[in-house]
């Protein structure tokens, strides 16, 4: 099993539909993760932290559920602005990754 | 002024050049990154530094070396490119919460296109 697995997508919604990602990793020792939305060629930029069970911003609603080792990312009222590919990255204490897990990413793209 | 500068924004170099990427960071962070992105591939660890004498491999490590000159700078040595080395190059910096000990979200400078012909 990958350490940080997410569907690739892509997603393809109207303006105004609610959409959900998912994440899930293997490593239970995980201690917190991020959300961060990457557009074409540019760097990615963080969304959103999760340290608890969750945490909300605004339309973006970020959900942890440990016992089944995963995070989701909730975007309501999609704005055509929100198209971009969404990353979660998983933070470990050790490991040869910098402690920092990253996911392939999810493609959405918010249609007229 | 970016937090994270990386230079140059993008280089077009031939098959066995040596070539140099830059970053300089102004966020303060002791931890510096280097990540590498291809299409399907996403973000993949090159090298990291904890501290000014701290130097890590990460999971592509091979035909790349990088230096740390100082907290705020982390450079990045191809030594002879190669054209498989083609990317796009980003640094990052991160730091350890104190409160929580664990790593600060990473900050990421805006990129490094590298073409290798």
């Known amino acids: 099993r990958k350490e940080v697995e997410q569907d690739p997508g892509p997603f393809n919604v109207p303006e105004g539909a609610t959409v959900a990602f998912n994440c899930t990793y293997s490593?239970?020792?995980?201690?917190?993760f991020f959300w961060y939305r990457q557009d074409c060629r540019k760097e990615p930029k963080l969304l959103m932290s999760?340290?608890?069970s969750g945490n909300e911003d605004g339309r973006f609603t970020a959900q942890l559920n440990r016992a089944s080792q995963y995070i989701s990312l909730l975007i309501r009222d999609s704005k055509l602005s929100d198209s971009a590919t969404y990353l979660c990255?998983?933070?470990?204490?050790?490991?040869?990754?910098?402690?920092?897990?990253f996911g392939k990413g999810t493609k959405l793209s918010v249609k007229p | 002024d970016a937090d994270v500068t990386q230079t140059p924004r993008n280089r077009i170099t031939k098959t066995g050049k040596r070539i140099m990427l830059e970053c300089s960071q102004t966020?303060?962070?002791?931890?510096m990154y280097w990540y590498r992105q291809d299409p399907g591939l996403g973000l993949r660890l090159i090298y990291y530094?904890?501290?000014?004498?701290?130097?890590n491999k990460g999971e592509i490590s091979d035909g790349y070396s990088v230096s740390r000159q100082a907290q705020a700078k982390f450079s990045l040595s191809l030594e002879s490119a190669i054209p498989n080395q083609t990317a796009l190059y980003f640094c990052?910096?991160?730091?350890?919460?104190?409160?929580?000990?664990?790593?600060?979200?990473?900050?990421f400078g805006n990129g490094t296109r590298l073409t290798v012909t």
């Open positions: 990052a910096t991160s730091d350890l919460s104190a409160f929580r000990g664990i790593n600060s979200p990473l900050h």
């Open positions: 490593n239970s020792a995980s201690q917190s």
């Open positions: 999760v340290y608890s």
């Open positions: 990255v998983v933070n470990l204490w050790g490991g040869s990754q910098g402690n920092l897990i």
């Open positions: 966020k303060g962070h002791d931890r």
């Open positions: 530094s904890f501290d000014v004498k701290d130097i």
